[in-house]
């Protein structure tokens, strides 16, 4: 082997390795997230916002992944706030 394909090899071997570290949780302001989670946000005085859809425009979306978040702005009688697509 020449060195241009040993150099090729290492970078491979490297960026195969450093894959499994990399895929990991994200936190925001946490040091150590959840295990269980993929996002872990933490504050004591911020909350989180949600994309905020009118009734028309939750309806257009198009197959909607299971447990979408949103909240919805227009007058609704049941009750106002988040739902769960």
Request: charged share 10%.
């Amino acid at each position: 082997m020449n060195k241009t394909q040993i150099k090729n090899y290492s970078i491979a071997g490297l960026f195969l390795l450093s894959a499994g570290i990399l895929n990991a949780q994200v936190g925001i302001n946490t040091s150590s997230p959840d295990p269980s989670s993929v996002l872990d946000i933490s504050s004591t005085i911020k909350g989180v916002l949600l994309p905020r859809l009118t009734t028309a425009q939750r309806n257009a979306i198009s197959n909607p992944a299971t447990g979408l978040l949103i909240y919805e702005t227009s007058p609704v009688n049941k009750f106002s706030g988040y739902i769960c697509l």
